[in-house]
Nanobody, 122 residues
């Protein structure tokens, strides 16, 4: 079992930046691909970004490409999502997820965190 705890959410003005963190416990963190998802009010949860177990491979949703950067530190058992040039449309609860493969990290991960709220004001 892997437990995931997100942090770093908050309120930011449009054009600003936030860095989300996701700390993992249990399991062998370095063997899991990791992903970030988000869910806005009244909408379905959507994929944002994913990273391979090694950190050398990354995938981004179109809305995140060029503005968000996913990274990981296996020694710290932590994955990050650096979000720049934030827009009000990025307002959502952001979830961290762990998966056995990069493919599953994009749509059907095995483990989920509880989420952290990101609010972008205009």
């Amino acid at each position: 079992q892997v437990q995931l705890v997100e942090s770093g959410g908050g309120l930011v003005q449009a054009g600003g930046s936030l860095r989300l963190s996701c700390a993992a416990s249990g399991g062998t963190f370095s063997t899991y691909a990791m992903g970030w998802f988000r869910q806005a009010p009244g909408e379905e949860r959507e994929f944002v970004a994913a990273i391979t177990w090694s950190g050398y491979g990354t995938v981004y949703a179109g809305s995140a490409k060029g503005r968000f950067t996913i990274s990981r530190d296996n020694a710290k058992r932590t994955v990050y999502l650096q979000m720049d040039t934030l827009e009000p449309e990025d307002t959502a609860v952001y979830y961290c997820a762990a998966a056995v493969s990069l493919a599953r990290a994009q749509n059907e991960p095995e483990y989920w965190g509880q989420g952290t709220q990101v609010t972008v004001s205009s």
